[in-house]
């Protein structure tokens, strides 16, 4: 099991510009989220899914974008690049069925600068 | 809206000493998660330990336990027996449930030194 995998790992975009950070998970979990860290802060989210198809703002949404086309993918997409975005990126994913305080397994995450 | 609060940005302790870390949180729900993360240097998100707020006993996890206060809605951190390996950051988590997506609202964290 690779867990919860991200790319890139590091970017550096210009102002106006756009990219999609990727994000994969082979656990088969319905629940997927996108957060972002600030330096010195705790994790902010940003957009979240509960299965292929469904999506959902989080705290932060505006700038992104995301879409489930499948269990194993959750990309995030940035439009119009701007320099408060930049951040570090984490996609973490967990277990849905039954009750219990279900771990979120994170990925490494992506440093994104934008200038 | 849930919001957490941990009023240490940094702490430090000797290695083998015992240290907590704060944490409170406001909510009006009555079920709901808590949860410590851990985060390293590497960056990597760990989970150190959960507890469930209808769950009067303090979850333990080898040198890691919880102080759980409900009604004061403090959920604080204790490390026992410190070693140089806990050096991180340290960030408390609230997670509603049911009716969720179980979506985590973080602390700002709490960054520990530990000196050998």
């Known amino acids: 099991n690779a867990g919860v995998t991200q790319t890139p790992k590091f970017r550096i975009l210009k102002i106006g510009q756009s990219m999609t950070l990727q994000c994969t998970q082979d656990?088969?979990?319905?629940?997927m989220y996108w957060y972002r860290q600030d330096p010195g802060m705790g994790l902010k989210l940003i957009y979240y899914?509960?299965?292929?198809?469904?999506?959902d703002k989080g705290e932060v949404p505006n700038g992104y974008n995301v879409s489930r086309s499948t269990t194993e993918d959750f990309p995030l997409r940035l439009e119009l690049a701007a320099p408060s975005q930049t951040s570090v990126y984490f996609c973490?994913?967990?277990?849905?069925?039954?009750?219990?305080?279900?771990?979120?397994?994170f990925g490494p995450g992506t440093r994104l600068t934008v200038l | 809206a849930q919001t957490v609060t941990q009023s240490q940005p940094e702490m430090s302790v000797q290695e083998a000493e015992t240290v907590t870390l704060s944490c409170t949180y406001d909510?009006?729900?009555?079920?709901?998660?808590l949860f410590w993360y851990k985060q390293p240097p590497s960056r990597q998100m760990i989970l150190v330990i959960r507890?469930?707020?209808?769950?009067?006993q303090n979850a333990t996890e080898n040198r890691f336990s919880v102080n759980f206060q409900k009604a004061a809605k403090s959920f604080s951190l204790k490390i026992s027996d410190s070693q140089l390996g806990d050096a991180a950051m340290y960030f408390c988590a609230y997670s509603h449930y049911p009716g969720s997506a179980r979506q985590l609202t973080f602390g700002s964290g709490t960054q520990l030194t530990v000196l050998p």
């Open positions: 507890q469930e707020a209808y769950k009067q």
């Open positions: 909510t009006s729900e009555s079920d709901y998660y």
């Open positions: 656990m088969n979990h319905n629940y």
């Open positions: 899914s509960v299965g292929a198809g469904i999506t």
């Open positions: 973490a994913s967990s277990y849905s069925s039954g009750q219990g305080p279900y771990e979120q397994f």
